[in-house]
């Protein structure tokens, strides 16, 4: 009797320090898996940063390049007017030098960039009609002024730039608002500040990220512009203006 409770406490001490270490190695794959998947979104933040300072790069390569220099109309995202829709190339009536559309995907075939985020959604793109404006129509000088502004909220109380020439932006990692590489829209925007960035007026907001449950609301967009002041600075040193 002796032997057999020795053997039974025995293996019930086994059991139980068994469980212990099961729990704690669950504990720390858990919290492991946790923090490599936050640290591939940093990376996916980080990569899709890396990608709209290349785009307004090219912007700017862009504008140089043409006579008389302005910057390139969106690639639309619907069917109407001139060009095809969510082709990469830009939209432009023939007929006035305008845009078809002044918001839709940044135009990446005419551009040679990448055409979407880590998250593989399409790059969001608006564009000032002075700036964008081509024969037969009036074209930009050292005079135009641009009509987009970058907020610090939906309302635009505070502004962060005024008179911006162009603005692009990934609508990050919940991609609410955004379309997809294969040309499907996804969920509309919720929260008021990531709506701003998708009610194509003009402005929008560049802020912190924060979660569903924040008080100002998600929002996770990713945010970059072409000040007015490097646009003139690169086209002056390359001949182009005044």
């Not at 432009?92 to 995907?105: F, I, L, S, Y």
């Not at 959604?121 to 000032?128: L, N, P």
Request: charged letters at 15%; one cysteine or more.
């Amino acid at each position: 009797m002796r032997i057999q409770t020795r053997v039974a406490f025995s293996r019930g001490v086994t059991l139980i320090e068994l469980a212990l270490a099961l729990l704690v190695i669950g504990l720390l794959l858990g919290s492991g898996l946790s923090l490599l998947g936050s640290q591939l979104e940093q990376q996916k933040v980080k990569q899709t940063q890396r990608t709209l300072e290349e785009i307004n790069e090219a912007l700017l390569g862009y504008a140089v390049s043409q006579t008389p220099p302005h910057l390139p109309c969106p690639d639309k995202t619907s069917a109407a007017g001139a060009g095809a829709a969510n082709d990469g190339q830009e939209d432009v009536n023939p007929v006035t030098g305008q845009c078809v559309a002044q918001e839709g995907h940044i135009p990446w075939a005419s551009l040679g960039v990448a055409p979407s985020d880590a998250w593989g959604r399409r790059i969001h793109y608006r564009v000032s009609t002075t700036f964008s404006n081509r024969s037969p129509a009036a074209t930009m000088t050292l005079s135009s002024t641009a009509n987009l502004r970058v907020c610090e909220a939906a309302g635009c109380a505070v502004v962060t730039s005024n008179g911006v020439p162009a603005v692009v932006l990934s609508f990050g990692r919940n991609g609410f608002g955004a379309i997809s590489a294969a040309g499907a829209a996804l969920p509309a925007a919720v929260g008021a500040d990531e709506i701003e960035n998708t009610n194509q007026n003009g402005d929008f907001v560049w802020r912190s990220p924060s979660s569903a449950d924040a008080a100002a609301g998600e929002f996770d967009d990713i945010v970059s512009w072409l000040p007015t002041g490097v646009l003139f600075n690169r086209l002056v040193a390359a001949g182009k203006l005044p």
